[in-house]
C-alpha cells in the first residue's frame, strides 16, 4: 500500500460527457502528478501541483484540467469524452530527493 | 516526443539467471534516473534510483548502471525469480520534468 488513494477504481462513460477523478496524496506529500497510461503505452506525464499550486505540465489535453485543494486531495477533470481517452489514469504523491514517487492503485477510464 | 525509451518490449529468462533491462535517453538535462516495477492493477512501484553523479547502484538483488556518455542506463536483476515477473518502467527526471519509458514487461521462468 503506497498511502495514495484513487477513487473511483472503475469508470464506464460515454462520448462527450466529463467525469472526476480523484486522488489524495500519502500524508505529508505536497506534491501531486497525474498520469496517463494507454493500452500498450507508457506513463504519459500530464500535470503537477505542489501545495495548491500548478508546478509542470506535461502532455495535457485542453479538455482536461486539475486542481489541488487545501487539504492537497486532487481531482482530475476530464471533458468531452473521446474514445480514445479511455485509460488508466495514475496519481502519484512524493519528489523526495530521488523524485520518488508513489503511485495510486489508478483508475481505469472506459468511454463508448 | 519519446525522450525515454525501452526498446525491448518484452523479456524473458530463466529463474536463477540474470534479467537486464535498457533504456536510453535523450535529454542530458536528466540528472535522476529510476525504475519502477508494475504488477496487473497496480500502481508502479518504486524499485531503485541513481543519481547521475554515480556510474552504479546496488539494492540487494537488483543493480542499475548509469553510462552518462551513452545516454544508457540498465536493470540488472541477479538472480532472477518468478516473483520479478512484472512490468518494469525506467524514469528519468531532471528540475520539474519527469518522463516515463514505455515500459519492458519481464517473464521468469521457473
Known amino acids: 500500500d503506497s498511502g495514495v488513494t484513487q477513487t473511483p477504481k472503475h469508470l464506464i462513460t460515454a462520448t462527450g460527457q466529463r467525469v472526476t477523478l480523484r486522488c489524495s496524496p500519502r500524508?505529508?506529500?505536497?506534491?501531486v502528478y497525474w498520469y496517463q497510461q494507454s493500452l500498450d503505452q507508457g506513463l504519459q506525464f500530464l500535470i503537477q501541483?505542489?501545495?495548491?499550486?500548478?508546478?509542470a505540465k506535461g502532455n495535457i489535453l485542453e479538455r482536461f484540467s486539475a486542481q489541488q485543494f487545501p487539504d492537497l486531495h486532487s481531482e482530475l477533470n476530464l471533458s468531452s469524452l473521446e474514445l480514445g481517452d479511455s485509460a488508466l489514469y495514475f496519481c502519484a504523491s512524493g519528489g523526495g530527493l530521488y523524485n520518488e514517487q508513489f503511485f495510486g492503485p489508478g483508475t481505469r477510464l472506459t468511454v463508448l | 516526443d519519446q525522450q525515454v525509451k525501452q526498446n525491448s518490449p518484452s523479456l524473458s529468462v530463466q529463474e536463477g539467471r540474470i534479467s537486464i533491462l535498457n533504456c536510453d535517453y535523450t535529454n542530458s538535462m536528466f540528472d535522476y534516473f529510476l525504475w519502477y516495477k508494475k504488477y496487473p492493477a497496480e500502481g508502479p512501484t518504486f524499485l531503485i534510483s541513481i543519481s547521475s553523479i554515480k556510474d552504479k547502484n546496488e539494492d540487494g538483488r537488483f543493480t542499475v548502471f548509469l553510462n552518462k556518455s551513452a545516454k544508457h542506463l540498465s536493470l540488472h536483476i541477479v538472480p532472477s525469480q518468478p516473483g520479478d515477473s512484472a512490468v518494469y518502467f525506467c524514469a528519468a527526471s531532471g528540475g520539474n520534468d519527469m518522463r516515463f519509458g514505455a515500459g519492458t514487461r519481464l517473464t521468469v521462468k521457473p
Open positions: 501541483y505542489y501545495n495548491g499550486e500548478e508546478r
Open positions: 500524508s505529508g506529500d505536497l506534491s
